[in-house]
């Protein structure tokens, strides 16, 4: 059963654009919502997190926004540059029961110069 | 500090033939994980561990065996490898609530 639901599959924006992920969980429980950023022959690496009291959170030209009572939550990515064009996991987990991340199943962001 | 390593980079296989994946990790950190990763189906949890001795289930566990006799080792071992178990294999070790993964295994059974 997958819990988190990630779309869309790819993606494609031109430089200096704006890049949009949207996640949807199922699980009440998940206080925790990490984004993955991984560049081909890479691992995953942590990009941004965020938790349930707040609504956004920003890191540079990254921004988490979470909407609780719609159980889902978005990565925007301002600026988009070909940098940035890589494979982006959410992810979500409850704290308290080992910290376990149920991913969602990834969006290829590609970022055209 | 290497972080999270991951041995062999590449490997193929005959369907049938076994062998054994290492993870080490020099964070010293309590939690491992092994994922597998394959085309539009994300990472998938396959068994983790929560501290020396200790091993579970994840999500698809079949086929997969795991041992953590060692802090900093996490074994990932397939004794009867399967075309289906072709697939890239992930690492993780945690601290808090951040995971640090390895560079990955390229697996192939033919």
């Known amino acids: 059963q997958q819990q988190v639901k990630q779309s869309p599959q790819s993606l494609i924006v031109q430089k200096g654009g704006i890049s949009i992920i949207n996640c949807a969980y199922e699980n009440t429980a998940f206080d925790y919502f990490p984004w993955y950023q991984q560049f081909p022959g890479k691992g995953p690496a942590l990009l941004i997190a965020i938790r349930p009291d707040v609504s956004e959170k920003k890191e540079g030209r990254f921004t988490i926004s979470f909407n609780k009572s719609a159980k889902q939550f978005s990565l925007h990515i301002m600026d988009s540059q070909p940098g940035d064009s890589a494979t982006y996991f959410c992810a979500a987990s409850i704290r308290t029961s080992g910290s376990r991340l149920t991913f969602g199943e990834g969006t290829q962001l590609t970022v055209n110069p | 500090n290497a972080g999270v390593t991951q041995t062999p980079k590449f490997r193929v296989l005959k369907t049938g033939q076994s062998m054994t994946l290492l993870c080490a990790q020099d964070?010293?950190?309590?939690?491992m994980y092994w994922y597998r990763q394959d085309p539009g189906m994300g990472l998938r949890l396959i068994h983790y561990s929560v501290g020396e001795g200790t091993t579970a289930k994840g999500e698809v566990p079949d086929g997969y065996n795991v041992s953590r006799l060692k802090k900093q080792n996490f074994l990932l071992g397939l004794e009867s490898a399967a075309p289906s178990q072709t697939s890239v294999y992930f690492c993780?070790?945690?601290?808090?609530?951040?995971?640090?993964f390895g560079p990955g295994t390229r697996l192939t059974v033919l």
């Open positions: 993780a070790s945690q601290e808090y609530n951040e995971q640090f």
């Open positions: 964070m010293n950190h309590e939690y």
